[in-house]
């Protein structure tokens, strides 16, 4: 846990310090690392494409390799079984190992001409060490051979050699490669052919014993082909060896029987990658190990080639960015300096855009429309904050007499409920909820449901003064109850409404009706009077004219207007339409729900 909040600082520490530099430190920083990340991942890709590339030549090579010694070998092996087996079927040696004794002249004779079949085949093949006919009920061989039987050592050897081996194929053929022979100075493939009778192939008359000096085997050794140092070794299916190895004995189990399967294949092992062809029908396997760093070793060349050029590129390319990012921000200390200036109060301060590049050009003159923007706005608070101001002392004005007047009235409510006058009663209790409102507490901002309370108020003494001629509805649903509406706002527009559309109306009753809906999130309180109305013209006039502060109302349309563009932005506030019944509509914009704390405004 501790180590996690020491790497979260250390990450922290690390932003603070790079967010701390100059844009110009940041650039080269960030276009450093993008040059030596991307070099990097160039040389990444192009190592591991090469390495790749020359992986796989030097695998295919050895897999050629390995199947064209396994077809020799096949082939090879092929040619000394039909040797074997014509010799097994020769008519002198069938009659050889068929006798029982090596004494009388019959025996000699057959004995001289298995000899000379012996010798006309060492004779067709110099790489024949020596062929050896034994006849086991005799405890005799006939011999021929380039060494003498003396050198050879076939009498003390062969039979225990023959127990040894294993079969070769399916048929009875055994092999080894061994050095038993020669006073073990030189390996030899030995090959054992059991000799049965041609009139009855069950029982085992003798045995042919072959010595060979195979060049293709003695060549299984420490092999450096092109460059790559393998091993190549002979062996069973079981992963014995058969051919003699620098790392392993002959016999030795290779612990990779498990691996060896179908006719041809790979796998690594130990470091080392295996490669290895089945020898046709026989139960051998051509094993080619080629350790990992050989096969890598021709690929060591090439990455050095290619790192060096890459680093030769990445510093000519750092350089070249340093250069550039240091130059290009040259007009950006420029613009930098004239905007210190700005911050220790210079708001007059301009760019000079003379011979400065297109894209710095938009930057400065951007710039300098910015400031003359700011220098509008500010003109532009200034007047609103005295627009502000004046709104404040109209409404502390307008409470004042409300005060003292709510008090009065109180005392006259009372007054006339003692002495029976109910009609005044009612107007003077509907003036005092009246100016209640107007008081609220000193608040200036007020739940609809209270200003629609002090609009009822307000109709009733317009009624009694009028003798009835406004007939009001109020369908306002309590979902909008809640909605904060500036004080004072609805009691305006009524006003208008009764004073310049329904008492014109030569006596008629009008109707004055309060509607409140819902759109787009925003509540919308409607009033609407069936009033003589305005021009479309005038309408627009309006429209066009209702954001302009008035400093002789402390409560007009255009204060009201005023005020709620203030508290709200000036996507709200009023919008005047005529109505279908003649007369004139008023909308009030409110948001649905906004924090009613609005002290700072008003």
């Keep these: 846990m501790k180590e996690m909040k020491k790497i979260k600082q250390l990450i922290r520490d690390c932003k603070d310090i790079f967010f701390g530099w100059t844009f110009d430190k940041q650039m080269r920083f960030f276009v450093t690392c993008i040059i030596v990340v991307t070099s990097t991942i160039i040389l990444l890709v192009s190592t591991i494409s090469a390495v790749m590339s020359i992986t796989q030549q030097s695998k295919k090579m050895a897999v050629d390799q390995v199947t064209t010694l396994a077809n020799n070998f096949e082939g090879e092996l092929d040619n000394y079984k039909a040797m074997t087996v014509a010799l097994q079927l020769d008519n002198s040696v069938q009659k050889y190992v068929s006798f029982g004794t090596k004494r009388g002249s019959v025996y000699s004779a057959v004995a001289s001409d298995t000899y000379a079949i012996l010798q006309n085949i060492n004779n067709m093949h110099e790489n024949i060490n020596f062929i050896a006919i034994i006849n086991p009920k005799t405890n005799d061989y006939v011999y ?22 294993m079969s070769a194929s399916k048929g ?42 195979d060049t293709l085997l003695n060549q299984l050794s420490v092999r450096d082909e092109k460059g790559m140092q393998s091993y190549i070794y002979l062996t069973t299916t079981e992963g014995n060896l058969v051919t003699p190895s620098e790392q392993y004995e002959v016999g030795e189990d290779l612990q990779i029987g498990n691996e060896l399967r179908g006719g041809q294949g790979n796998f690594t092992k130990d470091g080392s990658m295996y490669i290895y062809q089945k020898i046709g029908k026989w139960n051998y ?25 890459i680093m030769v590129m990445t ?17 950006m200390e420029k613009v930098i300096s004239k905007m210190d200036k700005v911050t220790s109060g210079e708001i007059d301060v301009r760019i000079n855009t003379d011979n400065m590049p297109s894209d710095f050009l938009k930057m400065s003159v951007g710039f300098n ?37 709510y008090n009065t009235l109180d005392c006259i409510h009372w007054q006339s409920i003692a002495q029976g006058n109910k009609e005044v009663s009612t107007m003077v209790k509907a003036l005092a909820r009246y100016y209640r409102i107007c008081l609220s507490n000193g608040k200036d ?7 629609l309370g002090h609009i009822k108020s307000y109709l009733i003494i317009q009624n009694m003064r009028y003798d009835d001629i406004i007939e009001s509805e109020i369908l306002v649903k309590r979902q909008f109850y809640k909605v904060m509406i500036p004080k004072m706002t609805l009691q305006p527009l009524i006003e208008n409404s009764i004073y310049h559309g ?10 004055v009706r309060v509607s409140a809906e819902e759109r787009n999130g925003d509540a919308y309180i409607i009033v609407e009077d069936s009033g003589t109305g305005m021009t479309q013209k005038e309408i627009d006039e309006m429209n066009a004219s209702i954001s302009e502060y008035d400093d002789s109302f402390g409560y007009g349309v255009r204060n009201v207007n005023k005020r709620i563009e203030l508290m709200y932005g000036e996507q709200y506030g009023l919008f005047y339409i005529r109505n279908e019944q003649g007369g004139v509509t008023v909308e009030i914009h409110l948001p649905m729900n906004e924090p009613a704390d609005y002290k700072e405004i008003l």
């Design 144 to 165: 021929k051979g380039n060494r003498t039987m003396a050198t050879a050592l076939v009498a003390s050897s062969f039979v225990e050699n023959y127990k040894n081996t």
């Design 172 to 213: 009875t053929l055994h092999i080894d490669y061994t050095n038993t022979y020669f006073k073990g100075k030189t390996y030899s493939l030995n090959l054992y052919q059991p000799i049965y009778s041609t009139s009855n192939m069950v029982n085992e008359m003798g045995l042919l014993v072959m010595s060979i000096d």
């Design 285 to 309: 396997y051509l094993v080619n190990q080629i350790p990992f760093f050989e096969l890598y070793r021709n690929s060591v060349e090439t990455m050095l080639i290619l790192v060096v050029a």
């Design 315 to 331: 510093m000519i390319g750092l350089i070249m960015a340093r250069k550039i990012v240091t130059k290009s921000y040259k007009p």
């Design 369 to 405: 429309d910015m400031m003359d923007k700011i220098g509008d706005l500010m003109e532009q608070v200034k007047l609103e904050q005295h627009q502000l101001e004046q709104i404040r002392f109209n409404a502390l004005q307008s409470q004042i007499q409300p005060h003292f007047l």
């Design 445 to 451: 901002i007020i739940q609809l449901e209270d200003e």
């Design 502 to 511: 329904l008492k014109v109306k030569e006596g008629k009753r009008g109707r």
